[in-house]
């Protein structure tokens, strides 16, 4: 990303929220101006499933008032990057409300995943912790956000994560469930309780939330109790001390929305939001062992602009690899995977891939597919190990991987299908939903591994291949000890097969 | 006053208090004359506006409840206690001010050669003159209205604050024939009618109304004349527009200023030569004796000030009856290769007006109308002059293509009109118009300049300050803006500008606070503040100066920083309900004012915070209105260099000893026994007349401004 002026704007469940930022030459944005108006997109849809014509209506009248503000800059809408999140996600008429925003603001929302808040979410954390990104890397911490229509957490053991998930609990679409259910205030805390409970107890396997010392809570609800319990931090965040926060909650929970609207000084939209987003807050961190809530003053918005200016900023896309890296690693672990295995499996598949750059032709981004997929082609053994390529499809396309979107897990879970046994058919309908392009990587990729995947058959990782020579009709995998290759030798046999297919040689192991 | 603790002043006879000490200064025989007399005249418009809005609301509190035994719950006064009160003391100032007047002004004016000549005093020539300038000039303009039989007819139509006159007419042969006729003096002529010249110094003006009384009987041939008076009736202006008239705020604004002519009658001054007259007119329109002030003397001395504001040109009889000429200097010097632009990135600038030439504020906007980097201008404004230069500038950018938003009050009482037909042209021009907020005043000064500069930088730019974009008012009000291009300040001006045009919801700001938000909170916390950290080895200090202080929160919170051993320094102009030196409850807090040559208007506060001193300045007085119903800021200083400048001037107003009248627990404002020599507006101005003078200096024989490229 160039430098220069941006601006981005984030559709979310509660309201249209605008950052206009100048990318500096470091990559590094600096916020100009922002603006925020409650919406009702989220009460819509978690209400009746689709978007009201009276919001739409709210929408682009706030979306060209943006539009105003930008115009000082001298930005135009179609410039900038706008962003949908859970409610724009789950309405019905979503296509239909992104093109009519599009014709009478101009502006083109993009709608996007789940996982993709958290990975925004984790590089607005990112930004305010700065230099100081050791104070979580020798502790285990979490980053929370508690939206309207979903909760977005992240573990990270040591600073790497371990977990990142997106959870439908929102504050909007609790009050349609209670709705539902008839309760009142005691039942939101007990329903919360609930869920929290079960929750917690599946991210106990990736990470054990007693651990945790390092709570970081971004969004609303966390702004509004640092604005109201809060003491300012040495850079740009505030803490809240465990007690005052668990005062405010008890406090808030008494007031009622109409009280703090006037005792707070809050919107009503935003009054009513407050109680379950920090009960849901008070749940985990009451779970964990810290003794403060830390607030960044940011948001998903600053985490877009940081990802804008990423690729200005190697440092940072490295660092967003290499947590996709360790929470792939951490989804075998929670699977109980061969890790020894993997890893050895994931340095022969780089090493190939590597060396096979003119080969194959593939970049950056396929590279770390393709290493993900190694990490975890075996981590269906966990159901059983016949037919574990298909459960390790399956298990990755039900995963949250940070930093991959759906498109990249797609490709990823085909890729380890396709790690053992038979190429893809017509009758694969995850392989055949992928665009042309993606089929031939899938297929490149996958015999890339099966030839990793060979060379470790025995899973003891005694075969260590030195170099690599590519001739006219094959490639020689030349290794380092005198061990009996007899056991590699016939699986390659078998598992290569793919491997001349798609690239026309034959692999010997010397 | 009441016998219960009641910890407060009341806030209309505080304000009584305030008109008072301008009174003394139009008393101080120190004074020149004309300056004396501005004083004088500046109390009767006070006084105008006093009934036209406290006393209207007192009185129309009284009507709705059915009598009048409320009480003020800040100082335990019942209604009936605090209108008695108030016309006791009115009455009181206003037999002074009228004394002052005639036994003194008007006297040694005319021996100065500024004549206001009663009718007494015409000679035969003058009353021919007059008499033939009455009937070409004026009396083509005279509407007489006779006023119909008691149950017959309304009273006709008197307006709000316009000068009438009365004749009681008999008619010349059938003398039960009685009529009465009223005259609405026409307020397009100037009030002042100079007559010509007789070879002498003397410059001899009569009132208009006078003329109007003199000569009336003109209009009525065949009638005589039984009595006649002049009066003037002081209506409710204390009514609110419609708030939920979104559709069409202007045209509902409007309306609010019709109303104001026809509202329930407050007062009536009336001349005091026709005893018969008042009892009719009073009775007609419904006032009570004690809603009537007789005049001795020519009614509404408000409009005097234009015979102040003379320059010496225009009668050289009248030099040496005003204030010395005072000129402002330059803050900075701006010149084609220095903008202000530039010089603000270097460092932060405060304009004190009216010591620090107003110009560079006014060269910040009209620079930014016309540069190309310029991209956009935002700007609030409450009260500009008449052609105001301000809006001029704005009007030439957004005809140049920039984006101008402009949060312009519609409601800024008595400027509705004006800013009317500003918001109009704006509009034409292509600027963005907010047109205020429902329910809150914009009373909030701010500015910012988004310019896209030669490095390809944006840089934003902005300006706060404690008074009114108004060019006019700069010469005479005590002011203080503030100038910087500090990223940290211009974010939140930014968002300040977003919530109050309606892109965006109110966020938290990080360094400005804003009223109603969590202005008031932020003063209150941070006066607790200052009591939890004041000991004995470092006591506390809180030094603030204001207009008006009022709000009870905020005073409570300064009776308990007090009690802590925080010393409390105030300098409040006008209004302050706070009790000071009562002990146990306000013995560490000292109260003064200073009235003078220019209107005190600045606000500043500052607190010691154990050391690590914050200074703020703020469009709000601490009162309820301003931290409830208002849009305010309150901005913080940040640069060393800045933060000492008006740290200086804060030390200066409290050193005061010459001009300052320190406030006593019982509510009497008094000079110290022992008054000094130091007065701050004087300190002020030496120090600019200094700097002037270094400046020319400087620029006469140090270096000559050459003009080209650099090398």
């Given at each position: 990303m160039e430098q220069g002026i941006r601006a981005v704007v984030e559709i979310g469940s509660t309201g249209l929220r605008l950052l206009i930022a100048e990318i500096d030459s470091r990559g590094r944005p600096v916020i100009l101006e922002s603006a925020s108006r409650p919406s009702s997109l989220g009460k819509d849809v978690f209400n009746s499933g689709t978007i009201s014509r009276d919001s739409l209506q709210e929408c682009v009248a706030i979306l060209r008032s943006f539009a105003e503000l930008m115009s000082a800059y001298g930005l135009k809408p179609e410039g900038a990057q706008v962003v949908g999140t859970s409610a724009l996600r789950e309405a019905a008429n979503r296509d239909a409300f992104v093109d009519r925003v599009a014709m009478r603001s101009g502006f083109r929302i993009d709608i996007i995943e789940a996982i993709e808040e958290n990975h925004y979410m984790f590089l607005a954390v990112q930004q305010v912790l700065g230099g100081k990104s050791a104070f979580i890397s020798k502790t285990n911490s979490m980053i929370i956000?508690?939206?309207?229509?979903?909760?977005?957490?992240?573990?990270?053991?040591?600073?790497?994560?371990?977990?990142?998930?997106?959870?439908?609990?929102?504050?909007?679409?609790?009050?349609?469930?209670?709705?539902?259910?008839?309760?009142?205030?005691?039942?939101?805390?007990?329903?919360?309780?609930?869920?929290?409970?079960?929750?917690?107890?599946?991210?106990?396997?990736?990470?054990?939330?007693?651990?945790?010392?390092?709570?970081?809570?971004?969004?609303?609800?966390?702004?509004?109790?640092?604005?109201?319990?809060?003491?300012?931090?040495?850079?740009?965040?505030?803490?809240?001390?465990?007690?005052?926060?668990?005062?405010?909650?008890?406090?808030?929970?008494?007031?009622?929305?109409?009280?703090?609207?006037?005792?707070?000084?809050?919107?009503?939209?935003?009054?009513?939001?407050?109680?379950?987003?920090?009960?849901?807050?008070?749940?985990?961190?009451?779970?964990?062992?810290?003794?403060?809530?830390?607030?960044?003053?940011?948001?998903?918005?600053?985490?877009?602009?940081?990802?804008?200016?990423?690729?200005?900023?190697?440092?940072?896309?490295?660092?967003?690899?290499?947590?996709?890296?360790?929470?792939?690693?951490?989804?075998?672990?929670?699977?109980?995977?061969?890790?020894?295995?993997?890893?050895?499996?994931?340095?022969?598949?780089?090493?190939?891939?590597?060396?096979?750059?003119?080969?194959?032709?593939?970049?950056?981004?396929?590279?770390?597919?393709?290493?993900?997929?190694?990490?975890?082609?075996?981590i269906g053994s966990f159901i059983k190990s016949s037919s574990h390529h298909k459960h390790s499809e399956y298990i990755v396309l039900n995963s949250d991987i940070f930093g991959l979107n759906r498109d990249d897990l797609l490709i990823i879970a085909n890729i380890v299908r396709y790690h053992r046994h038979r190429g893809p058919q017509d009758s694969d309908t995850n392989y055949m939903s992928l665009i042309r392009e993606d089929r031939a990587l899938v297929l490149k990729a996958a015999a890339i591994l099966r030839v990793a995947d060979a060379l470790d058959r025995d899973h003891t990782q005694r075969v260590k291949i030195e170099r690599l020579e590519v001739k006219e009709e094959q490639i020689v995998l030349i290794t380092a000890g005198r061990e009996d290759l007899t056991l590699e030798r016939l699986y390659l046999a078998n598992k290569a097969d793919m491997f001349e297919d798609v690239f026309g040689l034959k692999v010997v192991l010397i | 006053?009441?016998?219960?603790?009641?910890?407060?002043?009341?806030?209309?006879?505080?304000?009584?208090?305030?008109?008072?000490?301008?009174?003394?200064?139009?008393?101080?025989?120190?004074?020149?004359?004309?300056?004396?007399?501005?004083?004088?005249?500046?109390?009767?418009?006070?006084?105008?506006?006093?009934?036209?809005?406290?006393?209207?609301?007192?009185?129309?509190?009284?009507?709705?409840?059915?009598?009048?035994?409320?009480?003020?719950?800040?100082?335990?006064?019942?209604?009936?206690?605090?209108?008695?009160?108030?016309?006791?003391?009115?009455?009181?100032?206003?037999?002074?001010?009228?004394?002052?007047?005639?036994?003194?002004?008007?006297?040694?004016?005319?021996?100065?050669?500024?004549?206001?000549?009663?009718?007494?005093?015409?000679?035969?020539?003058?009353?021919?003159?007059?008499?033939?300038?009455?009937?070409?000039?004026?009396?083509?303009?005279?509407?007489?209205?006779?006023?119909?039989?008691?149950?017959?007819?309304?009273?006709?139509?008197?307006?709000?604050?316009?000068?009438?006159?009365?004749?009681?007419?008999?008619?010349?042969?059938?003398?039960?024939?009685?009529?009465?006729?009223?005259?609405?003096?026409?307020?397009?002529?100037?009030?002042?009618?100079?007559?010509?010249?007789?070879?002498?110094?003397?410059?001899?003006?009569?009132?208009?109304?006078?003329?109007?009384?003199?000569?009336?009987?003109?209009?009525?041939?065949g009638w005589l004349i039984k009595e006649k008076t002049l009066f003037k009736i002081t209506r409710d202006a204390d009514i609110g527009v419609d708030e939920d008239a979104d559709d069409d705020f202007v045209a509902a604004m409007e309306k609010v200023l019709v109303d104001r002519q026809v509202s329930p009658p407050i007062r009536m001054t009336i001349s005091a030569d026709?005893?018969?007259?008042?009892?009719?007119?009073?009775?007609?329109?419904?006032?009570?004796?004690?809603?009537?002030?007789?005049?001795?003397?020519?009614?509404?001395?408000?409009?005097?000030?234009?015979?102040?504001?003379?320059?010496?040109?225009?009668?050289?009889?009248?030099?040496?009856?005003?204030?010395?000429?005072?000129?402002?200097?330059?803050?900075?010097?701006?010149?084609?290769?220095?903008?202000?632009?530039?010089?603000?990135?270097?460092?932060?600038?405060?304009?004190?007006?009216?010591?620090?030439?107003?110009?560079?504020?006014?060269?910040?906007?009209?620079?930014?109308?016309?540069?190309?980097?310029?991209?956009?201008?935002?700007?609030?404004?409450?009260?500009?002059?008449?052609?105001?230069?301000?809006?001029?500038?704005?009007?030439?950018?957004?005809?140049?293509?920039?984006?101008?938003?402009?949060?312009?009050?519609?409601?800024?009482?008595?400027?509705?009109?004006?800013n009317i037909n500003w918001a109009s042209r704006l509009e034409q021009a292509g600027a963005i118009v907010i047109y205020g907020l429902a329910k809150l005043k914009v009373h909030a000064k701010a500015a910012m300049v988004v310019r896209k500069e030669e490095d390809g930088q944006i840089r934003r730019y902005i300006h706060l300050s404690t008074g009114n974009y108004n060019d006019r008012t700069a010469k005479q009000y005590s002011d203080i803006s503030l100038l910087s291009s500090s990223p940290a300040l211009a974010r939140d001006v930014a968002d300040f500008f977003n919530s109050i045009s309606g892109l965006s919801s109110i966020g938290e700001l990080k360094h400005l606070a804003m009223a109603p938000y969590d202005l008031k909170r932020r003063i209150i916390s941070m006066i607790d503040r200052e009591a939890e950290?004041?000991?004995?080895?470092?006591?506390?200090?809180?030094?603030?100066?204001?207009?008006?202080?009022?709000?009870?929160?905020?005073?409570?919170?300064?009776?308990?920083?007090?009690?802590?051993?925080?010393?409390?320094?105030?300098?409040?102009?006008?209004?302050?309900?706070?009790?000071?030196g009562i002990k146990g409850l306000s013995e560490n807090i000292v109260v003064s004012s200073i009235v003078g040559r220019f209107l005190e208007h600045s606000r500043i506060i500052y607190f010691y915070n154990a050391g690590n001193e914050e200074l703020y300045l703020s469009s709000a007085d601490w009162m309820p209105r301003n931290l409830e119903r208002r849009i305010e800021l309150m901005f913080p200083v940040l640069e060393d260099e800045a933060k000492k400048r008006v740290k200086g001037f804060l030390d200066l107003y409290i050193a005061d000893n010459k001009n300052a009248r320190h406030l006593g627990p019982g509510g009497r404002w008094q000079k110290p026994e022992k008054s000094g020599k130091l007065s701050a507006q004087e300190e002020l101005m030496k120090e600019a007349r200094k700097r002037a003078a270094k400046n020319e200096g400087q620029g006469k024989h140090t270096r000559l401004k050459v003009r080209r490229k650099a090398p």
């Open positions: 956000e508690v939206g309207g229509g979903s909760t977005e957490l992240m573990l990270l053991k040591k600073g790497k994560i371990a977990g990142a998930h997106s959870l439908r609990l929102g504050t909007l679409r609790l009050g349609q469930q209670l709705a539902m259910d008839g309760e009142g205030h005691s039942g939101l805390k007990r329903y919360l309780a609930d869920n929290v409970r079960t929750i917690s107890n599946s991210l106990d396997e990736e990470l054990s939330l007693g651990s945790i010392k390092v709570f970081f809570a971004i969004g609303a609800d966390a702004m509004i109790a640092a604005r109201l319990a809060g003491t300012q931090g040495s850079g740009d965040y505030q803490t809240i001390k465990n007690a005052d926060f668990f005062n405010l909650v008890d406090r808030a929970g008494q007031l009622g929305t109409e009280k703090l609207v006037s005792e707070f000084g809050l919107e009503w939209s935003e009054a009513e939001a407050l109680v379950p987003g920090l009960l849901i807050l008070r749940l985990f961190l009451e779970r964990s062992s810290a003794t403060e809530l830390i607030v960044p003053g940011v948001s998903i918005r600053e985490g877009l602009l940081a990802a804008m200016a990423a690729s200005k900023n190697q440092e940072l896309d490295e660092l967003v690899h290499s947590q996709a890296q360790a929470s792939a690693l951490n989804l075998g672990r929670k699977f109980r995977f061969n890790e020894e295995h993997a890893k050895a499996v994931c340095r022969n598949t780089l090493f190939l891939f590597d060396q096979l750059k003119n080969l194959h032709g593939m970049s950056l981004r396929e590279r770390r597919l393709l290493e993900i997929s190694a990490i975890l082609h075996d | 006053m009441s016998e219960r603790n009641y910890y407060y002043f009341n806030r209309e006879l505080s304000w009584l208090e305030f008109n008072a000490r301008v009174l003394e200064e139009g008393l101080d025989r120190s004074n020149p004359l004309l300056e004396r007399l501005r004083f004088l005249s500046i109390v009767a418009s006070n006084f105008d506006e006093f009934f036209m809005i406290r006393v209207a609301a007192l009185k129309s509190r009284k009507r709705s409840l059915g009598d009048g035994t409320e009480r003020d719950p800040m100082s335990g006064l019942t209604l009936d206690e605090l209108l008695a009160a108030i016309s006791r003391r009115t009455r009181e100032l206003a037999a002074r001010q009228y004394a002052c007047l005639s036994h003194e002004l008007l006297p040694e004016l005319g021996k100065a050669g500024l004549c206001i000549l009663d009718p007494y005093d015409w000679d035969i020539d003058s009353r021919a003159w007059l008499e033939q300038w009455f009937i070409n000039q004026v009396e083509p303009l005279l509407t007489p209205v006779a006023v119909p039989p008691e149950g017959e007819g309304p009273f006709p139509l008197t307006g709000n604050l316009k000068i009438h006159a009365a004749f009681l007419l008999r008619h010349a042969l059938d003398a039960s024939q009685e009529q009465l006729v009223i005259i609405q003096v026409p307020s397009n002529i100037n009030r002042f009618v100079r007559l010509p010249g007789r070879g002498d110094l003397c410059t001899r003006f009569v009132l208009l109304d006078n003329i109007v009384l003199a000569f009336g009987h003109l209009l009525f041939p026709s005893e018969g007259l008042e009892p009719i007119i009073s009775s007609r329109l419904g006032l009570a004796v004690e809603d009537i002030y007789p005049i001795d003397g020519p009614i509404d001395l408000g409009s005097f000030i234009s015979l102040c504001n003379m320059k010496g040109q225009e009668s050289s009889s009248i030099q040496n009856l005003s204030f010395d000429s005072f000129e402002a200097s330059k803050q900075f010097d701006d010149s084609e290769d220095k903008t202000v632009f530039d010089e603000l990135r270097n460092r932060d600038i405060v304009v004190h007006s009216p010591y620090d030439h107003y110009g560079t504020v006014l060269e910040f906007i009209e620079k930014a109308a016309t540069d190309r980097a310029t991209l956009a201008i935002k700007i609030t404004l409450y009260r500009t002059s008449g052609d105001s230069p301000f809006v001029k500038a704005l009007i030439k950018a957004a005809r140049a293509g920039k984006q101008v938003t402009v949060v312009l009050e519609l409601k800024a009482r008595f400027d509705e009109q004006r950290r004041s000991n004995a080895a470092s006591r506390g200090l809180i030094i603030v100066k204001m207009n008006s202080l009022g709000d009870r929160d905020i005073i409570n919170a300064l009776y308990r920083a007090s009690c802590a051993g925080v010393r409390i320094k105030l300098n409040i102009r006008g209004v302050c309900l706070l009790k000071p």
